[in-house]
Every structure is written in C-alpha cells, then in structure tokens.
C-alpha cells in the first residue's frame, strides 16, 4: 500500500539509477511529492531545482559506491541500460558490462536490505532464449540477476514508450519530418505494442511498495497492436505530413541500421537494439499483462499528440563537470563456467596460471604481504602488481586493487576482479579505471591488444579444466 504523501516522514524512500534520463526525470516530476526520491548519478549536483529530491553522486561500476548510494533506501528503480563508457576505452560488449552494473547494484540492494527493485526493460517474445537478439537476451540476464537476491523484483516489460523527450519516439517523428517519401524496409511490417508515458508512470508508481508484484514480470504495452509502418503513417498523420510510406520486401541488418540512425538522428545505442529486435513480434503476453489496476490506456494517436503538443520538460539538475583521469580503461570479459568453479578458484587459477603460460617470459612473484607482482624474467620491478583486498572479496567475488608496476601510471585508481554472474553459469573478469603509463597510441596498439588476447587465452583454458 501507497503512504500518504502529506506524512513525510513515512513515506517511501525510492532511488532512481538512470533518474536523469527519459523516465527518470518524468517521474521525479511527477511524483516527487509523494515519495521520497533520491536521484542517482555520475556527477556531483551543482544546482538542484526542487530541494524536496536528494541527488546522491554514485559510480555504479563500482559496489562500495552503489551500496553507499542506496543506504536508506525503500524501492530501487532501475533504469539503466547500456550506458555510456565512463572511460576513454571499453573493452567490453554491451551485454557484460549490463550484466556486471546489475550485479552490482543487486549486491548493494541486499546488502541495504532494500525491499523492491523495479526494473523496466523491453517486452520478450514467447520464443526460446536462444533465438532472441542479443538485447532482449541481455534485458533478461538483467532481470534475472537484479532479481537474484533478497529484494524483490518487479519487471516491468515494455516496448516503445511514447511522450515527450522520448528517444524511441522522436527517432520515428525525426524519420516522418526528414523523408518525404519512406520506402520502409520488411522489418516495420513487425507488430509491437506502445504505450503512452502517462500510462508507464501510473504503472510504476501503482508497482512502488505493491506487494502483488513483487518476483513477477509484468508485460505493459497500449490498447493497440501496431506495426512500425503504421506507427510512421500515423504520426505523419499527426505532424500534417503527407508523405508516401511503402513496403520493400528486404531485411538488411547493416542497412537498416544506418537508414535508422543517419535520418532517425539517433545514437547506436537506441537504434541498435530496436533493429537487432525487430525480427520479433514484440506484444504484450495476456498473462502476464498488467493487472494491478485499472488505467484507461490513452490511444499512439492521442500519446502522439500529447508528445508534439508539450513544451514542457523535467527540470533536472545542473551538474560540475566529471573529474578524473583522462586515460582510462574498462575491460570485461565474460567466461564460461561449465564446471561451476567459485570466482575465488578461477582468481586463484589465473594467478597460477598466468606465469606459466608465459613461463618464457613472465615470473609470478608474492610479497611477504601477499601482493602479487608479474615481472618480467630478468626484471626486479613488477610490470603489475595486485593487491587483494580480502574484506571486501569473497567465494563469488575476488577483488584486487592495482597497486604497482611500471606498465601502471597510478597506483590508488584502478582495481582488478573477478565474479561469478548469472548463478556461477560465467565468470566476468573485469579491469576497471585502469591508467596505463605507456603513450596512449602505443598503449591501443600493444597493452591493449595483448591484454584482450590474454584473456581469450585464458577462457580458453578455463573451459578446458575439468577440476
């Protein structure tokens, strides 16, 4: 049950991840009254518009700055999906890091005795994992991890969410204004389900704190089953656009991407998982459909309208700019775990490991203080040098700070680790802040490279060991 909002001091304690963006901030606008909200993001606030809302600095990367973030906290809502590389190289697909900041915040959730999550990721077909896009495969890993622990899930699946400010939506109005003719490839004859912002906030808020759907995943989507090309004419419609919209019986992947993204003027990061998506037929499951309340659900038409007739957006903070190194490195890799090795024996094993594969080269070296140095065979200083930090590592979980090396340009920035994901089925080994001291050119084209073949080799041998 909902707490009056006129009682501050009892009502919900909900944190938003993503709360800057599309959906975050419409729903702080909305409801900021009636909860007590806690913006999460990257960089510190300068200027906050309504003093009422709690901005908390957080580096989801990172659990100890995440389980800081969420301290107090009721209700998480979790909005994120495939963010933004905070360091100038990533190497990592957009599925491992997903995968890697869900774990994260799931650990910080449980460790902050959060009651509920709510996760809003993209409606799944009712096909096998196997056959779905990478995207909607990865939208489910997250659901299963987020909802992996103690705080209860609540999955809220959805397809395009049309209203202002949407980037789904103005990518579709971009296409209709810019073409005057639309010679729409065989993808948009696949139907899908939008649904109205309005509609998507009263779900979510009917969700905070609703026992009835805590563990369950909840299908939301409009009264109407649409297929992209009608969704293009009808908007067309409402921009007083004529425009000839017709069919071609081709399907290019590439094409298809690149059409979307130069006139859709949108980022790889919305159009890739839409048309890596589209060979699906993407509507809500009756039985899983929304059932919680009852909403008069607004028709694409008048979610359209209400879209291209508001000039109002959410007031957001304004924020000082990021601080930090400037050469930086994230890498994650993802490891197969068929035998179900603990991330403490596979940290163990490449430790092991590492100086023997290059046995005529590197020596593995352990202070007295058990810091583990990789050195060159005739060199004293340690190219890299590990530290673990037992407190905060355990059988799921190995962390090791970078502590040393003359391939390191800092020694108090970048950390190591290793974790079991996805119930021990893979193991993620990650470097994460990592500040190499080599020339940034000569690091791409050497450090980097070997770096990223080391660890193939090394997954490689994991998926060989049978004890």
């Keep these: 049950m909902h707490e009056d909002s006129s009682q501050s001091d009892t009502r919900i304690t909900v944190a938003i991840a993503g709360a800057g963006g599309y959906i975050g901030s419409w729903f702080i606008e909305k409801y900021k009254h009636k909860y007590k909200i806690i913006g999460l993001s990257r960089r ?18 990172s659990i100890s700055s995440t389980v800081e973030a969420l301290k107090g906290v009721d209700v998480a809502i979790y909005l994120v999906h495939s963010m933004n590389a905070s360091t100038r190289l990533n190497q990592g697909s957009f ?32 096909e096998p994992e196997s056959t779905l896009s990478r995207h909607l495969r990865s939208r489910l890993e997250v659901e299963h991890t987020l909802g992996s622990r103690s705080a209860a899930l609540t999955a809220l699946r959805a397809s ?3 209203g202002p400010g949407g980037s789904s ?11 005057p003719v639309l010679m729409c490839p065989q993808w948009t004859e696949s139907e899908t389900q939008p649904i109205s912002l309005r ?8 969700c905070i704190g609703n026992e009835d759907a805590y563990g ?9 089953v649409l ?17 000839i919209i017709f069919s071609v019986p081709v399907f290019s992947l590439g094409l298809s991407k690149f059409w979307v993204g130069l006139f859709g003027d949108s980022p790889p990061q919305l159009v890739s998982p839409l048309v890596e998506s589209l060979v699906h037929t993407l509507k809500v499951d009756p039985k899983k459909a929304f059932d919680l309340k009852e909403l008069q659900y607004i028709s694409y038409e008048e979610s359209v309208k209400e879209a291209l007739e508001s000039d109002q957006r959410p007031n957001l903070p304004k924020f000082y700019p990021k601080k930090g190194m400037k050469n930086t490195v994230r890498s994650i890799q993802r490891m197969s775990n068929k035998n179900g090795h603990s991330a403490a024996w596979v940290a163990n094993r490449y430790n092991l490991w590492l100086p023997s594969f290059f046995k005529f080269l590197i020596n593995g070296k352990r202070t007295e203080r058990g810091d583990i140095g990789f050195h060159l065979l005739w060199g ?39 974790r079991g994901v996805l119930g021990g089925d893979y193991i993620l080994s990650a470097i994460h802040e990592f500040v190499p001291r080599l020339p940034w050119i000569v690091y791409l084209n050497t450090q980097a490279r070997f770096h990223l073949w080391v660890m193939n080799q090394f997954k490689r041998y994991l998926e060989t060991r049978t004890d």
């Excluded at 939506?169 to 073409?179: G, P, S, W």
């Excluded at 509609?199 to 009917?206: A, C, K, R, Y």
């Design 44 to 61: 510190k606030v300068k200027k906050n518009p309504y003093p009422e809302v709690e901005w908390r600095q957080v580096e989801l990367y």
């Design 95 to 126: 599925e491992d890091t997903d995968l890697l900041l869900a774990d994260n915040f799931s650990r910080a959730a449980d460790i902050n005795h959060v009651k509920q999550i709510i996760y809003l990721g993209g409606l799944i077909p009712d």
């Design 160 to 162: 395009i969410i049309v």
């Design 169 to 179: 939506f103005d990518m579709i109005k971009n296409l209709v204004t810019r073409l």
């Design 199 to 206: 509609n998507t906030l009263q779900i979510i808020d009917t």
């Design 216 to 224: 369950r995943a909840i299908d939301i989507g409009g009264a109407e």
């Design 227 to 243: 297929t992209y090309k009608s969704m293009l004419a009808k908007t067309a419609t409402a921009l007083g656009k004529k425009r």
């Design 380 to 418: 004293k200083k340690p190219m890299l040098q590990l530290t673990m930090i037992p407190d905060r590592s355990d059988q799921e979980r190995q962390l090791f700070y970078i502590t040393g090396g003359w391939l390191v340009k800092r020694f108090d920035y970048g950390w190591l680790e290793f």
